[in-house]
């Protein structure tokens, strides 16, 4: 199958055997049965907010990109309006269960603080305690408190039902906003949620969520689907899933190197994943019976050394030698991929199409999200660092969405039902 009215440059020969079937995405649609926020009697009330506020911080502890604190603003504007006391609860980094100071959510409260400089803001030095909860008996209405991060507790990740209660304690209702972690079963994303009577979603986790489920429920044709980024794995299993709902999946990034593999062509020192060279030929051959095209790169960038690079040269996937490290898709693929890209209504992305932090290697990338952008298509950048591929070429105001979720939204795009949505309260 092929994008429709596209002869030169898609294969067509499998149209005739094309297996028409439809993926079920009906498990994210799930959270239109349940309470969002203007849902909730919030007046006057004590709100645990549940926020993914895990930004990248510099080497001074700065935040570099603040997108997922400015993207929950609506949300505690509307519990502001509400006259609530907001609790702010979100994890940052992997302490691993230790106190570390590098993690501590002191830049984020900084930063709401900034962002908010009427409301009063204040910051506990835990998430649970008897010091926590008496800054919460002491707040008044239309406050703000920054927890410390849950992740410093083991029995956050463990989903510990004593921790979770304590942490319910604090609240009489529980909004969650933290799409990037709903896929998550923690203490704080999931494991509170029966010791809420009342719990319901924030507006990024809505709009996080209709964005996807518009892509996926009713997708636009023709529909395109980018894959690159570094682990095959992960996006092995939306291939699988999207097979047959998608018109077409175009392959870059580090993945692609595994892809070649399994056809037999040389890819030299490039990043390979030998376990799922398998996988990867059941579903080259099972792609040609759907209505899927998978298109792999003809030519890519390759360099000798990744870290101090003597020689970078543009090769057919032909020549490329022992000593070779693919680190982007070639000029000719970036003008094929344009082509496929320009027949598609709805895009959807996930993963880098070469290493975009290094410019010489960005090249791909770059092009391919400008002639998105330039030709108005419709895409949808699953987060992660495609996300940060566009915040580096100052293209993050130009694209229809960017979620602030990589692992959430590849969830989703696998067809799993997001634990932190199904848990609560049902309409
Ligand atoms: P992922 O988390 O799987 O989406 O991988 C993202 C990472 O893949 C980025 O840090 C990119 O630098 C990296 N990447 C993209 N293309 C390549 C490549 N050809 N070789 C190695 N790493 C790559």
């Keep these: ?67 997922r604190i400015r993207m929950t603003l609506p949300t505690i504007h509307y519990l502001l309006n509400e006259n609530c006391k907001i609790i702010l609860l979100s994890h940052l980094g992997r302490p691993d269960g230790k106190i570390k100071d590098a993690f501590r959510t002191d830049p984020i409260y900084k930063r709401l603080k900034e962002y908010l400089p009427f409301v009063n803001v204040d910051k506990a030095d835990d998430c649970v305690g008897p010091e926590v909860e008496r800054m919460v008996s002491k707040m008044k209405r239309g406050e703000i408190l920054v927890l410390e991060n849950p992740r410093f507790h083991p029995n956050e990740k463990k989903c510990d039902p004593e921790f979770s209660k304590q942490l319910s304690d604090l609240a009489d209702v529980y909004v ?12 704080s994303t999931y494991g509170v949620c029966p010791f809420f009577k009342e719990k319901g979603y924030g507006f990024l986790m809505e709009k996080e969520l209709k964005f996807l489920s518009n892509c996926l429920n009713k997708p636009k044709r023709p529909f395109t689907i980018i894959l690159g980024g570094k682990k095959v794995n992960d996006k092995l299993d939306v291939i699988k899933y999207l097979l047959g709902l998608a018109d077409a999946v175009l392959i870059g990034g580090g993945m692609a190197y595994t892809f070649l593999l399994a056809m037999g062509y040389n890819i030299g020192k490039s990043i390979r994943d030998l376990s799922k060279l398998d996988n990867i030929r059941d579903y080259l051959e099972t792609a040609r019976s759907y209505n899927t095209k998978i298109f792999l790169p003809r030519d890519v960038v390759v360099c000798d050394e990744l870290d101090y690079p003597s020689e970078i040269k543009n090769v057919p996937i032909t020549e490329i030698r022992d000593n070779h490290v693919g680190v982007d898709i070639g000029e000719e693929t970036i003008e094929y991929y344009k082509k496929v890209l320009s027949k598609s209504s709805q895009v959807v992305w996930q993963g880098p199409l070469g290493v975009f932090e290094r410019k010489e290697f960005e090249n791909g990338t770059k092009e391919i999200a400008r002639h ?10 699953g987060g992660g660092d495609s996300a940060a591929a566009f915040e580096k070429f100052g293209f993050q105001d130009d694209v229809s969405f960017i979620s602030t979720g990589g692992g959430a939204s590849l969830e989703i795009m696998k067809g799993t039902l997001l634990p932190a949505i199904a848990c609560l309260t049902d309409k």
């Design 372 to 381: 998105l952008i330039e030709n108005e298509i419709y895409t949808v950048i």
């Design 176 to 187: 969650t906003d933290a799409f990037a972690t709903a896929h998550r079963r923690h203490a």
């Design 1 to 67: 199958m092929t994008l429709k009215g596209e002869k030169s440059v898609l294969i067509t020969e499998n149209d005739r055997t094309a297996v028409p079937i439809q993926r079920d995405f009906s498990s994210i649609l799930q959270f239109k049965e349940k309470k969002s926020i203007t849902d909730l009697d919030l007046r006057n009330k004590k709100v645990l907010v549940r926020v993914d506020f895990n930004v990248p911080l510099d080497e001074y502890g700065n935040i570099t990109d603040s997108r």
